[in-house]
């Protein structure tokens, strides 16, 4: 065998060599430099890294969570017209709000705890209950006027109780008392919840001041499920 032979044979060995080495190294359906989760590893830099989701889009509220505010997201999201019910009106149907309302069992026990028997609750014991089990400071500075605060934010809060000979829907001059009052209050945002159900009115109310909104009846479980993080 000549030199040229041996030379040619011996590149050959190292090519070989170097794919073997190349497949060995490599994990099957995953680019080089990026571990099996999507990450980067120490030797293939910044390049392959897979970017985090923001912190505020993957954190869920929790009574343990003092970073995240979702009351203040729920003033944030945009407003959205009352669902139309087909039992809106009726007094036959105004059986407690909390009746309707599902959420986690870690939730439930929270407002257990404070003596708030979900099943048999008012909107305003659900709210009020929830908010407390999210960490917020709730404090009443007159009959069914509350302060909720969390950090700097502050929440003006009426609860409009049902009564049975009344009318089972939120009224033009309820709406327009309530904006005035939480104008006074200079808080940061206003919060009217009612056992009642909503007209098409409030929607209109919501869009013109972003910073008030009416959890009625019918949008007691999403205001829920925006707090629970259900």
């Given at each position: 065998m000549s030199g040229t032979d041996i030379a040619w044979l011996a590149l050959l060995v190292l090519v070989?060599?170097?794919?073997?080495?190349?497949?060995?190294?490599?994990?099957?359906?995953?680019?080089?430099?990026?571990?099996?989760?999507?990450?980067?590893?120490a030797s293939g830099g910044t390049a392959g890294k897979a970017t985090p989701a923001p912190a505020s889009e993957t954190r869920q509220a929790s009574p343990m969570d003092p970073e995240f505010d979702p009351l203040?997201?729920?003033?944030?999201?945009?407003?959205?017209?009352?669902?139309?019910?087909?039992?809106?009106?009726?007094?036959?149907?105004?059986?407690?709000?909390?009746?309707a309302v599902t959420m986690p069992e870690p939730w439930l026990a929270q407002?257990?705890?404070?003596?708030?028997?979900?099943?048999?609750?008012?909107?305003?014991?659900?709210?009020?209950g929830v908010l407390r089990a999210a960490g917020y400071s709730v404090n009443e500075t007159e009959e069914n006027v509350y302060q909720v605060?969390?950090?700097?934010?502050?929440?003006?809060?009426?609860?409009?109780?049902?009564?049975?000979?009344?009318?089972?829907e939120i009224d033009e001059s309820?709406?327009?008392?309530?904006?005035?009052?939480?104008?006074?209050?200079?808080?940061?945002n206003g919060l009217y919840v009612t056992d009642k159900f909503a007209p098409f009115?409030?929607?209109?109310?919501?869009?013109?001041?972003?910073?008030?909104?009416?959890?009625?009846?019918e949008r007691l479980q999403e205001f829920v499920e925006?707090?629970?993080?259900a």
């Open positions: 070989v060599a170097a794919v073997v080495f190349y497949l060995v190294r490599s994990k099957p359906g995953v680019p080089p430099g990026v571990d099996e989760d999507g990450s980067g590893t203040s997201a729920h003033f944030e999201a945009p407003s959205r017209a009352p669902k139309l019910s087909a039992d809106s009106g009726g007094r036959e149907t105004m059986f407690p709000a909390g009746a407002l257990r705890g404070q003596g708030i028997v979900p099943e048999e609750a008012s909107a305003g014991e659900v709210v009020l605060t969390r950090g700097i934010a502050s929440t003006y809060l009426v609860v409009d109780p049902y009564e049975e000979s009344g009318y089972p309820e709406m327009t008392r309530f904006a005035m009052s939480f104008m006074s209050s200079k808080a940061n009115g409030v929607y209109e109310r919501e869009k013109r001041d972003k910073r008030i909104r009416f959890i009625s009846r925006g707090i629970t993080g």
